[in-house]
């Protein structure tokens, strides 16, 4: 794996046409090195051009262009273009290329806790995740993590609450769910495998076909406005919800750690700037969108849109108490991130009882009355 990847690198070259210069400039005056360009390229799990997601590290290159006056050139590439999707934080943390862009959880096989950097089924929403990662100290102990992997990681966006997906037959009980092959990754996965279901972790662009053809039963992917991009309702009848499985799933942007630290600390800021305005733009961009492409898939498409019954739910929300508590394993890094992230979350789920459940409660009452 490791000469696969030592050939990947000088394959690219890289660090693009600055490889000689980018060695110079570590002994080059500062004034040369506020003159250097720093040419990148940015893999990512996502099909090329997908809605929100798909866009995020486009627009997050194009910020750093701008900002930077052209000082720092990151080019995105789409899953499979020059990486494939499952392989994007392994090329980051050889250095194959300098920056990623996908989701912390499709990394389960290699770092297990990293998936409390993205989703925890029951966990936190988009606004209580990032109130842990900046102000709770998720961050502090996602970089410690990934400095492991020689990769600094940064929240690159967030879709919100997700729906629980798609489905060809009604689900009524548990019994429902047996043997069903889903696609569903991260902790998701695990606690739907305990309640019997089977789970499969599959990338964004193989979902449509593999449902189409009876690969995988079901699906969940993110919510109305890119479950309608990638067509699911032809394949599928029932739609789903609540997003148990992913209240608030955070994306992830990675940095090679050597390619991080080249650079001079205007850029490095840069970098942290346009990523931290993306992380918040993108939740917006869902709220925004997520309404109309719901109406257009239940008016215009016949979607059949269904709430999980309450018993499903109850089951879903002891077996991932479980789930969650199994997968802390020895390494006291592990144990600090799972005991730093129940904290925060019982902390604020108090808060949130007199604040947005209540307020949302209090808003129902005139919904109703309309
Ligand atoms: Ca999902």
Known sequence: MKIKYLMLVSMLSLYGCGGTEDRASSEASGEAKAKEVYSWRMVTTWPKNLPGMGVAPETIADMVRKMSNGRLDIRVYGAGEIVPAREVFEAVSQGAVQMGHGAAYY?????????????????????????????????????????????????????????????????????????????????????????????????????????????????????????LAFGLHRVAKYYYYPGWQEPGPTLEAIVNKEAYDSLPEDLQEILRAAVLTVNSDLLAEYTARNNAALRELVDNHGVELRKLPDDVIKELARLSKEVTASIVDEDPLSQKIYDSFTRYRSDVVEYQKISERAYGDARSLLEDSD
Do not use: C
């Open 107 to 227: 990394w389960k096989g290699k770092v297990e806790i990293a998936q409390f950097f993205t989703a925890v089924p029951f966990g936190l929403t988009a606004q209580e995740m990032n109130g842990w990662l900046f102000h709770g100290g998720g961050m502090e102990l996602w970089r410690e993590l990934y400095a492991r992997y020689n990769l600094v990681p940064f929240a690159a966006g967030n879709t919100g609450v997700q729906m629980a997906g798609w489905f060809n037959r009604e689900i009524n009980s548990l019994e429902d769910i047996q043997g069903m092959k889903m696609r569903i990754p991260g902790l998701g996965g695990e606690v739907f495998e305990k309640a019997g279901g089977i789970a499969v972790n599959m990338h964004g662009g193989e979902i449509f076909t593999s449902l189409q053809t009876g690969v995988i039963d079901a699906t969940e992917w993110v919510g109305p406005y890119n479950d």
